[in-house]
């Protein structure tokens, strides 16, 4: 059985509503509706020419610009899987995922140091600038009919991190990009024609992907795409020079604004700023309210779910809650053993819902794990329900998210080992008021003494080995780890809990 | 105390000219410090004086000075 393309429905009433329209500002350039049509079909016309065909996976690597919707919907009108990742990964994380989804072309912004091959087949490279890859070799004008694909077709890809240190594929298919501009972009948010979309969260990620790709051509907004670093300044700046109605972002942003200003009072552009990535402290919510006059609409989402499926509601958001159920979702709150919870207890978050994805890929240990016979899918959050309202408690697996980020306990763990005055460490949640940050138990070896001097050290040989989000918040120095019998370390009992 | 919240920004790995020449006064967010540097400040702060800095608290310490008013009103 067949199913819309997602890029055809996205693109083509844009071409007959308002093809002169601006779709996206990115720095001084814009991009018409027409100019994306026509760049996204030279690109699906570049990859039949390669003998990329349908299914296959095309990984982008490119931070917010133009080449990021082009690429992506052009892979997506041809029938290609886009696979989409950090432009700031490491070459080993790439070379990594290139392998596990069997890329046969990587879209960046430049080569690779070291070629790649897959299977004994070459990894092709194309390289863009911030339009896309280069315009003589290819004509839009060659490009047939869009593919046709079938219902369980997937049409792009994302990369979650996992408690081990290795990132899982999580494939969707098209409904997933086009569900959510009617589920939360419509019935929620009420997005319209007439709004400029703003997202501070990168295309990359699937808050970022929705937000600044399938929101805005769903409903012929103007999109606002920003490349460079998201510090406060930059991105005052960009919201005062290009006025959106709609901003998104995460709860360390909407906390650097209202640090960074000076201000009694912050007049902004925007009708809504939505939260997602992590759990919207109230203290945020108030200040930010009283500086601007707006309410912060927090929603949780989740990769594997494509988007938000518990959120609040213009007009009604409450301080410190996620919201309520998006209707056309389910939840439950279970036990350890899986069965509900008593009404306003504890209980990890279980959700259901047509975004959600399959599998993992190349994972079906772990999807089996995750993805439960009944069709819901373990998120790992734990939640208080109260009045059909959801309130965060935490995480019920090592897992920590941070600056909206997952931060996985073994990644830092590893690079913390490898220091010379380490014997042993763990790494888990701490709090900071009433969000988890990593922090890090750390073993010393014999002889070794803890100083000012070795916790400045240990900073240092982090912050040159990982991203910033991921480096311990707090050392603390202990005499020996808590472990199981056999030898596993109980994070468990280390990590703190959310008050 | 200046000095002594200076030293911790130091601990907590900013830069040390940046370090050097931020005043007491000196919005810290953005320029000065990141939101990691920020969270690794506070936690440090908590953990030298023994105070509790909550969410509602950490919105409203933007420079140095007003660190060193909440740790001695904190500390008192």
């Known amino acids: 059985m067949s199913t819309p393309n997602a890029a055809v429905e996205l693109l083509t009433h844009n071409l007959e509503l308002h093809p002169e329209k601006i779709a996206y500002f990115c720095g001084d350039k814009e991009l018409s509706f027409r100019e994306l049509d026509k760049a996204s079909r030279r690109f699906a016309n570049l990859l039949q020419k390669l003998g990329i065909a349908p299914q296959e996976h095309v990984l982008i690597a490119l931070p917010d610009c133009f080449a990021f919707p082009v690429t992506f919907l052009g892979c997506l009108l041809s029938g290609v899987v886009a696979v989409a990742v950090s432009p700031n990964l490491s070459e080993e994380d790439l070379a990594y995922i290139i392998k596990d989804c069997g890329a046969r072309l990587l879209v960046a912004l430049s080569e690779l140091a070291a070629p790649l091959s897959v299977k004994g087949n070459k990894v092709n490279v194309i390289v863009c600038d911030d339009q896309g890859p280069a315009e003589d070799a290819i004509s839009s004008e060659d490009f047939g009919t869009p593919y046709q694909p079938l219902t369980d077709d997937f049409a792009y890809m994302l990369y979650s991190s996992g408690s081990t240190a290795k990132p899982k594929g999580v494939p969707h298919r098209h409904k997933s990009l086009l569900l959510p501009g009617d589920l939360v972009g419509k019935s929620l948010l009420g997005l319209t024609c007439d709004d400029v979309i703003f997202s501070s969260s990168n295309l990359s990620f699937a808050y970022g992907l929705i937000n600044s790709l399938a929101f805005p051509l769903r409903f012929g907004a103007t999109a606002v795409l920003h490349p460079g670093k998201h510090d406060p300044r930059a991105i005052l700046g960009i919201i005062m020079q290009r006025k959106p109605s709609i901003f998104f972002s995460v709860p360390t942003i909407y906390t650097q604004i209202i640090l960074s200003c000076t201000v009694r009072e912050l007049k902004l552009p925007m009708r809504l700023c939505c939260s997602a990535g992590e759990a919207l402290p109230a203290a945020v919510f108030e200040e930010w309210q009283r500086l601007t006059g707006l309410e912060i609409i927090d929603g949780i989402g989740s990769t594997e779910m494509a988007y938000h499926f518990i959120s609040n509601v213009p007009g009604k958001a409450l301080a410190g809650s996620a919201g309520m159920l998006v209707p056309g979702y389910r939840a439950r709150l279970v036990d350890d053993n899986g069965s509900d919870v008593p009404a306003g207890s504890e209980g990890s978050l279980l959700v259901n819902g047509d975004t959600k994805t399959p599998c993992y890929w190349n994972l079906p240990e772990k999807s089996a794990e995750t993805i439960l016979p009944d069709g819901f899918i373990r998120t790992g959050d734990i939640f208080i329900e109260r009045d059909g309202f959801y309130f965060y408690r935490g995480r019920n697996d090592d897992l920590i998210k941070s600056g909206a980020c997952w931060v996985s306990p073994f990644t830092v763990e590893e690079v913390l080992r490898s220091h010379p005055a380490v014997a042993d460490c763990a790494v888990a949640a701490v709090s900071v008021g009433t969000l988890n940050k990593p922090g890090a138990f750390v073993v010393l070896k014999p002889g070794t003494v803890h100083t000012t001097a070795l916790q400045r050290e240990l900073r240092a040989h982090m912050m040159a080995r990982l991203p910033k989000y991921m480096c311990p918040v707090r050392f603390r120095f202990m005499e020996k780890l808590p472990r199981t019998s056999t030898g596993k370390i109980q994070r468990f009992r280390l990590r703190e809990k959310i008050i | ?76």
């Open chain 2, 1 to 76: 105390m200046i000095n002594e919240l200076k030293e911790l920004m130091l601990n907590i790995g900013v830069e040390e000219r940046i370090v050097n020449e931020v005043g007491p006064d000196q919005t810290l967010a953005g320029r000065v410090m990141d939101s990691v540097d920020y969270t690794a400040f506070i936690v440090a702060i908590e953990e030298r004086y023994g105070v509790k800095v909550t969410d509602r608290y950490a919105l409203k310490l933007r420079t140095l000075n007003d660190f060193k008013n909440y740790i001695n009103i904190g500390v008192e």
